[in-house]
């Protein structure tokens, strides 16, 4: 199986954010937390598709990433939403319990750039990017399509019935409900919602010292790459064997690489590499082509990008032993960029650490 490589990586962090106008989706934001910032207002997300496939609760958004593209000569925004379930349980399950969505959006002349967003008023930019939210209903606990109101005040929408009592119950709605029009509305912290940072992206350092071998437990790197290849899903038994053996003995090899590499830039929570190789927290569970799942379009989907463990640190939960939890969350897209639907389903890879690593 091969491993990453040297090639020039780019690596997500999180920081907070003090122009909290800029994690609107009028920007193009890549975040972290909050709620999500839709790229695309013509058929938005709907809690059926945002469900965990183990457990069936609504998932939480954990992040996005903006990284436009050229179809065609076409000029297009792009941005991957990724959502996670909150019960750890459910991590342990072979059923989904994290799910990524694709967005593309044609850009147009009246799409805001860079320059517009430095130069214009934000009361003027927020009145824009009001006007075209309010075309939508959005669910008040996650933002996800609301079709359904509450009905004594006729103003707060929702998702699901679950989030209406979630936010009757945990986030203050029966009180701001009860006594609307009549005293100001109290404001009160999301409970449903991670925390919420801005996804700076930095190029990734050079190492300081070159590697000394190139090759996992005694398997020239290059031959490994062979079994991924496309021809080759289908393992000659005498090589699997012979790979089997190499690394019976170093099952924490892939572990100290990753170690390693990440320490380059230890706060780092993405890593982003289109058309690459994901850096493997461990020679387990590392999949094959025949793994990763063709796009419902009929094309090949590559790896993208992936989400490092340390994201976990951000999100504000208290750690027990059934918090969620991952190796890394390897995420792979449509080789074509299909744009079949406004948010189309993509594949994940989760990899957990080998109880040996630990």
Known sequence: MAEAGEDSVDLGFAEKCEDDFRMLGISYPSKL????????????????????????????????????????????????????????????????????????????????????????????????????????TLCEVCSLNGNKKCSLCHDTYYCSKEHQAFDWKFNKHKKNCKDRGTIAIISTKNKFLFDEYEIVIEEEPKKKENSKNNNIGGIDESRLKELMSDGKQDLDKELEKEFNKATANTRDEYFEKFKKRINREPDQIIRYDLGGIPLWVSSEKIPF????????????????????????????????????????????????????????????????????NI
């Open 289 to 356: 082509d025949k793994d990763i799942p063709k796009c419902s379009c009929g094309s090949k989907r590559q790896y993208e990008f992936q989400i490092l463990p340390q994201m976990l640190n951000y999100l504000g939960i208290e750690t027990t032993v059934d918090s969620i939890d991952w190796g890394t969350l390897c995420i792979y897209t449509c080789i074509n960029n299909c744009n079949e639907s406004a948010y189309h389903e993509e594949f994940v890879w989760k990899q957990d650490f080998s109880f040996i």
């Open 33 to 136: 937390g909050g709620k999500p910032a839709w790229l695309r207002w013509d058929s938005l997300l709907t809690e059926s598709q945002a469900r965990c496939n183990n457990c069936d609760t609504i998932l939480h958004f954990l992040c996005q990433i903006y990284v436009p593209t050229d179809i065609e000569e076409k000029h297009y925004h792009r941005t991957l939403y990724v959502f996670c379930c909150s019960n750890g349980k459910c991590y342990s399950s072979k059923k989904q319990c994290v799910k990524v969505f694709r967005s593309l959006q044609e850009e147009s002349e009246d799409d805001l750039t860079e320059d517009d967003l430095d130069k214009k008023a934000e009361e003027e930019l927020r009145k824009m990017f009001e006007s075209k939210q309010a075309l939508w």
